[in-house]
C-alpha cells in the first residue's frame, strides 16, 4: 500500500517538475493565484459597501490617493468594484466552463465513440443548437428561468455545450480507431472505462485548451448578457459589466474600461498559459 | 489433432460498404489441436486479422460458427461470453500503437486483470504484474516508464505479458513481429515459442512473412481474398505446395545466394481483386496462370489431396 502512495508521489513531482520546467506557464500560475487570492481576500481589501456607495459629489473622477481606479458615474469607488467583480467573473467563468466540460465531454465522447445512429442523433440536436446564436441561446433560458447568478450559469453552459461537444467528438473520433482501444476491448474492457481511461486521457491536450480558452470566453459574454440586462444585476459589479457600463464615457473617462479591461485580459491570459503548460506537462510523450 | 481447442466453421464476416457487400473472410473452417501453432498467410488485404479478430468477437461474425473448448462461442451472451474471454487474447501487429501512452508499463499489464476482476488486491495484481514482466523478459526497472520510452521489441514485449497475464489457453498472434527489426524479430519470435512451451498455448499465427511462419507453425493456411485456399502441415505446404498462388508466394520468398540471381521466377501478374462482391469460382482465377472456364464457374471446395493436405484447386490433382 505504502509504495502504491509513494508511487503516486512520484507521479506528482515527476508532473510538477515538468510544469515549472516551462517559465511562461509558471507566470500563468502566479497570475492565477494572485487574482485567486483578490477573490478569497476581496473583504479585506475593501468592504462590499464601498463598491455599491454613491457619492454624487464624487462623479467620474480619474484615479487618485482616494479612488485608485476613479469613479464612475454614480461616484462608486471603482478599486472596490473590480476587486469585488473578481468574485462574480471568475465564478461565472470557471462554473459555466468546468460544467460545459464534463457535459460536452460525456456528449462529445459518446458520439465520437459509439458512432452510428446514436452519433447522428447527437449531432443533429447540436447542429440545431449551434444554429441559435449563443448570447441568443442564454438570452433565451435565462428570459424564460428568471434572471439570477444559478440561472445566468445555467444558460451559458446550456449555450457553450455545442461547441464543447464537436470539438470533443473529433478528437474521440480519431483516438478511438487507435489500436489500444481496440486491444482494450480485446481483453474485455467495458465501454466506460475504455471512454474514460483510454479515449478521454489521450483526447485531453486539445480539451484542456479549450477549457481555458472558455473560461475567457464566458467571462466576456456574461459581460454582454449583463449589458442587456440579463446577466448580474445592478448594483452588483461584475468586470463585463463594468466594461460595457464605461463605453457611454469612454471618451471623457477612458480610465474606467481600463481597469477592468485588464484585469479580464489578465485573467485570460493566465488561464490560457496554465492551460498550455498543464498540456505539455500532462503529456508523458513530451517529457523532456 | 484429437482434441481441438479451436474449431471454426464456415466463418463468413462481410462489411457493408456503399459498394456493397466486402467478403473479408468468407467461408473460413478449421481447427487447430491444444498447444498447436496454426500459421495463417496471406497477402495485405485478404482477410487474416479479420478472421483473428472476429474469432475473438471484437466483430460481430456474418455467419458461421466458433467452438471453443467444446462450447460455441457464437452467439453466446455478452455474459458468457466474460469467462471465454480470458482463455482468448491477442497480441497486437504495432506495439506502437496498440498501447495507451498514457499508462506505464505495470499500469498496462495489469488492466485485463483489473478490467476482468481477477485479483482480490492491489498487491495480488503488483505481484503477477512483476512475475509475468519477468516471464516475458522485461526488467524490474521499466514498470514506471512509458511505452514511447521503450524500443520496439520491449514494447511488443509488453504486449506479450499484456495478453498473457489472464492465463489464456489460445492466443491469436496479429503479426506481431512485422512491425520490428529483423534482429529483434527472432528474440520475440523465440520469446512466443518458449512460452508456448512453458504455458501449454495454442496460438493462431497471422503474418504475411513465410520464412517466419516455416518456424513457428504446425499448420499452415494460406488465405486469398478471404478463402482458405490451401491448407497443409508446415513442412508438407514448403515441400510440396499444390495451389498455384502458393506456389507464386513460396517463389517470391528473397533467396540468400548469389548464384541464383539470375535465376528464372514465375512472378504473378495483376493485382489482387476486389473483395467487395467477389465474382464466383475461384477467387484467384484472375491471376492464375492455370486458369481455365471450369474454374470461373462455380464454387470450389477444399479436398484432400494427401493426408492432411487441403487445396481449394481444381487443377491440383493435375499438377
Known sequence: ?288 | MSDPILEVQGLKKYFRTSAGALHAVDDVSFSIGRGQTMGVVGESGCGKSTLGRTILQLHEPSGGKIFFSGREVTGMSRRAFREVRPKMQMIFQDPYSSLNGRMTVSQLIAEPLIVNKVCRSRTEIDERVEEMMDTVGLAKRLALSYPHELDGGRRQRIGIARALILKPEFVVCDEPVSALDVSIQAQILNLLMDLQDRMGLTYLFITHDLSVVKHISDEIMVMYLGKCVEKAPAGEIFRNPLHPYTKALLAAIPIPDISSKHKHRDLLQGEVASPVNPKPGCRFAARCPMASERCRSGEIPLTEQAPGHFTACLKASLS
Open chain 1, 1 to 288: 500500500m505504502n509504495k502504491r502512495k509513494s508511487r503516486r508521489m512520484v507521479q506528482v513531482k515527476e508532473f510538477w517538475r515538468r510544469f515549472t520546467k516551462n517559465k511562461t506557464a509558471v507566470l500563468g500560475l502566479c497570475i492565477m493565484i494572485f487574482i485567486l487570492l483578490i477573490v478569497i481576500f476581496a473583504d479585506v481589501i475593501v468592504p462590499y459597501s464601498r463598491c455599491i456607495e454613491q457619492a454624487g459629489a464624487e462623479r467620474l473622477q480619474g484615479p487618485g490617493p482616494k479612488h485608485f481606479f476613479g469613479t464612475d458615474e454614480y461616484g462608486r469607488d471603482l478599486f472596490a468594484r473590480v476587486i469585488h467583480g473578481s468574485r462574480f467573473s471568475l465564478f461565472i467563468g470557471v462554473a459555466t466552463s468546468l460544467m460545459a466540460l464534463v457535459f460536452g465531454s460525456l456528449i462529445g465522447a459518446s458520439a465520437g465513440y459509439f458512432g452510428g445512429m446514436i452519433d447522428n442523433a447527437i449531432m443533429r440536436v447540436v447542429d440545431v443548437f449551434m444554429c441559435v446564436p449563443p448570447i441568443l441561446l442564454s438570452l433565451a433560458v435565462v428570459a424564460a428561468l428568471g434572471t439570477n447568478l444559478r440561472n445566468l450559469i445555467i444558460a451559458m453552459t446550456i449555450s457553450c455545450i455545442p461547441g464543447n461537444v464537436r470539438l470533443i467528438r473529433s478528437v474521440v473520433l480519431t483516438v478511438a480507431e487507435q489500436d489500444y482501444v481496440e486491444a482494450a476491448r480485446s481483453y474485455g474492457t467495458g465501454n466506460g472505462r475504455i471512454i474514460l481511461r483510454y479515449v478521454l486521457p489521450n483526447a485531453m491536450g486539445p480539451i484542456i485548451v479549450n477549457t481555458t480558452m472558455m473560461i475567457s470566453d464566458m467571462i466576456l459574454s456574461a459581460a454582454g448578457l449583463s449589458f442587456i440586462g440579463m446577466g448580474i444585476q445592478p448594483p452588483a459589479p461584475e468586470w463585463g459589466a463594468l466594461l460595457s457600463n464605461a463605453q457611454t464615457y469612454l471618451l471623457s473617462a477612458p480610465y474606467m474600461l481600463l481597469f477592468p479591461g485588464l484585469f479580464i485580459i489578465i485573467t485570460s491570459l493566465a488561464f490560457n498559459l496554465v492551460g498550455d503548460g498543464l498540456t505539455d506537462a500532462l503529456d508523458p510523450k513530451l517529457k523532456d
